[in-house]
């Protein structure tokens, strides 16, 4: 993830720069190949400039610079012997096409790869901050949250509920519901329910609470979301 999100000097920045160079790298490579008056063929030196050119091209500019290419690689190699030429430049520019294309391709993928983990690293802080400023919300609000799975299990909880139940921060979570709310399982977690319940916190006095329940699905999961609020003080048994 690094190197996709890494910004180096070979970049987009710098296309036309590249690209120039390249075309004089090219050039100068044929000429070099026409100075010198050696059986030696310098058709793989222009896979250098071609390669680095590549990224930056049209998939029609990679095929008429691997054209070019060809043309120099050829028409100064001093290797033209009868119609042998023919064979060895087809031979050349299918190579070189091959290599433009598939450089090209692999960086086309790459910017795409770079361009999605940027919009998710932004979705991935957009998330965070929204559960901050839900949880800010839940847990400056008076009445008491709770979610709670359809076994009845308590998924999570805000600071009031905890006050509501008398039990410290985070004891509600993964313990069941009919813990302290034996009724809230007989009403089967109906959405948009309003109704008078009673339940036992842990000091073990009793509570009359106002319940209102919102069922949801996250991840492909039932859940019901219950909002508890006390309508008469605790009363000792």
Not at 12 to 26: D, G, H, K, T, Y
Not at 192 to 208: F, H, K, Q, R, Y
Request: proline residues 4%.
């Amino acid at each position: 993830m690094k190197l996709l999100r890494a910004k180096p000097w070979y970049s987009e920045a710098n296309a036309q720069r590249f690209v120039s160079l390249c075309f004089l790298a090219i050039a100068l490579l044929g000429i070099a190949n026409a100075i010198v008056w050696l059986n030696l063929g310098f058709a793989f030196l222009y896979l250098v400039p071609l390669v680095l050119a590549a990224p930056f091209l049209s998939r029609w500019q990679a095929i008429a610079i691997a054209g070019i290419c060809t043309v120099f690689a050829e028409g100064f190699s001093h290797l033209l012997d009868g119609y042998l030429w023919i064979p060895r430049a087809a031979c050349i520019f299918i190579t070189y096409t091959f290599v433009a294309l598939l450089v090209r391709e692999m960086t086309v993928y790459r910017r795409a790869a770079a361009l999605r983990l940027q919009e998710l690293e932004a979705d991935f802080l957009q998330l965070h901050h929204a559960e901050q400023r839900l949880e800010l919300l839940m847990n400056s609000t008076p009445v008491g949250i709770i979610t709670v799975g359809a076994d009845g299990t308590i998924l999570s909880s805000n600071r009031a509920a905890h006050q509501i139940f008398d039990v410290g921060t985070g004891g509600l979570n993964g313990r069941s519901i009919d813990a302290f709310l034996p009724a809230a399982h007989a009403i089967q977690y109906k959405p948009g329910m309003t109704v008078e319940i009673s339940g036992a916190p842990a000091s073990g006095e009793a509570l009359n609470a106002r319940l209102w329940t919102s069922a949801f699905r996250r991840d492909g999961t039932d859940l019901t979301m219950m909002v508890i609020a006390p309508v008469t003080s605790q009363v000792p048994r």
